[in-house]
């Protein structure tokens, strides 16, 4: 059996993608659009952490970004204010993640 030589691969620095801008004083790198589910329960994030996490949320499009976030068992309290906002930017793609998974898993019976 004759095996095929691995075409080499181009690593490119995240830093020289051409789409990076600068707004605001911040560096905006573009978003991962293929990240739908991101689970980080139980990992001793603190408060601290959660308006970042509110922030990338708020600027993601409709047209892609995340829609499960899973957050519980970390070092801050269920009932903080920026615990409370994530859970009510994410109800609604947490539903169109429920959905899709349904759709996923019809077609995959009938294709069975």
Not at 75 to 93: H, L, N, Q, T, W
């Given at each position: ?36 589910s991101l689970n980080l329960s139980g990992n001793k994030m603190t408060e601290k952490s959660l308006p970042v996490f509110l922030k990338s949320l708020e600027v993601q499009s409709e047209a892609g970004g995340l ?46």
């Amino acid at each position: 059996m004759e095996r095929k030589a691995a075409e080499p691969v181009e690593l490119l620095s995240p830093l020289l993608d051409t789409q990076i801008q600068l707004r605001d004083g911040e560096l905006m790198m573009p978003g991962n659009t293929t990240l739908v589910s991101l689970n980080l329960s139980g990992n001793k994030m603190t408060e601290k952490s959660l308006p970042v996490f509110l922030k990338s949320l708020e600027v993601q499009s409709e047209a892609g970004g995340l829609l499960r976030l899973r957050l519980q068992r970390n070092g801050f309290s269920p009932g903080c204010d920026d615990y409370a906002k994530i859970k009510e930017v994410m109800a609604p793609r947490e539903d169109a993640f429920e959905k899709l998974r349904c759709e996923e898993t019809d077609t995959m019976k009938k294709e069975a």
